[in-house]
């Protein structure tokens, strides 16, 4: 394994580990789903299992775990994995929320 397969694949474990780690407000999923504030919230109401949003009631808020986002993670990885070559690849990695 060569330096730079060493650094992608700390990159890809770092992306993972970040995505599985932590919750996200309804705003940094509304961001990262690319939808408005309210449709996250109808979907944490909605019924159909399809588009539902698993959340957590806090306080005024939602605790949204990332965990069910991988997928979409890994996806936004993926496209921006070219991106990431050309800009980041001896910089610190970007947080994808």
Same mark, same amino acid.
């Given at each position: 394994?060569?330096?730079?397969?060493?650094?992608?694949?700390?990159?890809?474990?770092?992306?993972?580990?970040?995505? $599985?780690?932590?919750?996200?407000?309804?705003?940094?999923?509304?961001?990262?789903?690319?939808?408005?504030e309210?449709?996250?919230?109808?979907?944490?109401? $909605?019924?159909?299992?399809?588009?539902?949003?698993?959340?957590k009631?806090?306080?005024?808020?939602?605790?949204?775990?990332?965990?069910?986002?991988?997928?979409?993670?890994?996806?936004?990885?993926?496209?921006?994995?070219?991106?990431?070559?050309? $800009?980041?690849?001896?910089?610190?990695?970007?947080?994808?929320?």
């Amino acid at each position: 394994m060569n330096k730079y397969e060493m650094i992608e694949a700390n990159y890809i474990a770092l992306v993972l580990f970040d995505a $599985t780690n932590v919750c996200m407000s309804v705003a940094e999923c509304a961001e990262f789903l690319g939808v408005h504030e309210k449709t996250v919230k109808n979907r944490i109401y $909605t019924k159909d299992k399809t588009k539902k949003i698993e959340a957590k009631r806090y306080g005024k808020g939602y605790s949204i775990p990332k965990a069910q986002f991988i997928k979409e993670i890994v996806e936004k990885f993926k496209k921006d994995e070219g991106e990431w070559y050309n $800009t980041k690849l001896l910089g610190k990695p970007e947080r994808l929320f």
